[in-house]
Nanobody, 128 residues
Framework: QVQLVESGGGLVQAGGSLRLSCAASGRSFSAYVIGWFRQAPGKEREFVAAITGRRTNTYYEDSVKGRFTISRDNTKDIVFLQMNSLQPEDTAVYFC?????????????????????WGQGTQVTVSS
């Protein structure tokens, strides 16, 4: 079992930055792939970024590459999503999620159905 709590959301102007945090509790945190997803009103939840457990391979959705950076500190059981150059289209509720699937397939890692544990979400609003 893993419990996830997101924080760091807020209101920011276009071009600004935010850093989201995903704090985890439970066992064997370093064994889990942690993903960030987002959901805008009226839209499906979509993949944003993910980081594997020990080797810390990273994956990004195309629209956030070069702007967002995912990282983790396994000593503190926390994952960060640094978001720079934010745009209004980044406005959404951001969720972190965890899976213990041992896969490096992007199809698996980018799928919401691969993740067993979810946080409650944190709102990110980018004004133009």
């Amino acid at each position: 079992q893993v419990q996830l709590v997101e924080s760091g959301g807020g209101l920011v102007q276009a071009g600004g930055s935010l850093r989201l945090s995903c704090a985890a509790s439970g066992r064997s945190f370093s064994a889990y792939v942690i993903g960030w997803f987002r959901q805008a009103p009226g839209k499906e939840r979509e993949f944003v970024a993910a980081i594997t457990g020990r080797r810390t391979n990273t994956y990004y959705e195309d629209s956030v590459k070069g702007r967002f950076t995912i990282s983790r500190d396994n000593t503190k059981d926390i994952v960060f999503l640094q978001m720079n150059s934010l745009q209004p289209e980044d406005t959404a509720v951001y969720f972190c999620a965890a899976t213990d699937l041992n896969s490096h397939s992007t199809v698996v890692i980018e799928s919401t159905s691969s993740y067993d544990y979810w946080g409650q979400g944190t709102q990110v609003t980018v004004s133009s």
